[in-house]
T-cell receptor
Framework: NAGVTQTPKFRILKIGQSMTLQCTQDMNHNYMYWYRQDPGMGLKLIYYSVGAGITDKGEVPNGYNVSRSTTEDFPLRLELAAPSQTSVYFC?????????????FGEGSRLTVL | QQQVKQSPQSLIVQKGGISIINCAYENTAFDYFPWYQQFPGKGPALLIAIRPDVSEKKEGRFTISFNKSAKQFSLHIMDSQPGDSATYFCAAGGNKLVFGAGTILRVKS
């Protein structure tokens, strides 16, 4: 099993550009999450989904959008990229609700906005 | 306020020594306390977790100590090895999962 797969691994964007970070999991997990990791700040939840068609905001949703059309895929869209969105983004999934269960993370997508 | 404070920010330990990382939380509604280990270029992975009905949980060289009254918990790595060099995150979960800022551990051989 591949687990959680994220693409791309690295990307440089110009201010104002848009892009989509892709995330797919093959573990048939209902719950999926997007986190951002900044140095010295831990991981902050951007959006999460409890199943296909259902999404909800996390701590830092501004400037991002998500969709969940299938159990496997949970893309994160950045609209009008800003330097503050320079970060490492992690997608995760869990068998049960991840706030009290194990999260399985992808390897991350490093985004730089210049 | 749902914060988790983690210390130290970084830690250097000799091979064979004990590594200790501490976390403190504020919200008494948290009922799940995991530790995640992250190697460079990889995503975090669950290392060990504890629920507040026990004061200690041990898995191999890794032990969580939990003090409910003080709202503190810690990770102890016994006989630390160079392969343990990584970033460690504590977290507290309930209706939210809040991560600490992370501790960069380096084990010198």
């Amino acid at each position: 099993n591949a687990g959680v797969t994220q693409t791309p691994k690295f990307r440089i964007l110009k201010i104002g550009q848009s892009m989509t970070l892709q995330c797919t999991q093959d573990m048939n997990h209902n719950y999926m999450y997007w986190y951002r990791q900044d140095p010295g700040m831990g991981l902050k939840l951007i959006y999460y989904s409890v199943g296909a068609g259902i999404t909800d905001k996390g701590e830092v949703p501004n400037g991002y959008n998500v969709s969940r059309s299938t159990t496997e895929d949970f893309p994160l869209r950045l609209e009008l990229a800003a330097p503050s969105q320079t970060s490492v983004y992690f997608c995760a999934s869990s068998l049960k609700r991840g706030f009290t269960g194990e999260l399985f993370f992808g390897e991350g997508s490093r985004l730089t906005v210049l | 306020q749902q914060q988790v404070k983690q210390s130290p920010q970084s830690l250097i330990v000799q091979k064979g020594g004990i590594s200790i990382i501490n976390c403190a939380y504020e919200n008494t509604a948290f009922d799940y306390f995991p530790w995640y280990q992250q190697f460079p270029g990889k995503g975090p992975a669950l290392l060990i977790a504890i629920r507040p009905d026990v004061s200690e949980k041990k898995e191999g060289r890794f032990t969580i100590s939990f003090n409910k009254s003080a709202k503190q918990f810690s990770l102890h790595i016994m006989d630390s090895q160079p392969g343990d060099s990584a970033t460690y995150f504590c977290a507290a979960g309930g209706n939210k999962l809040v991560f600490g800022a992370g501790t960069i551990l380096r084990v010198k051989s």
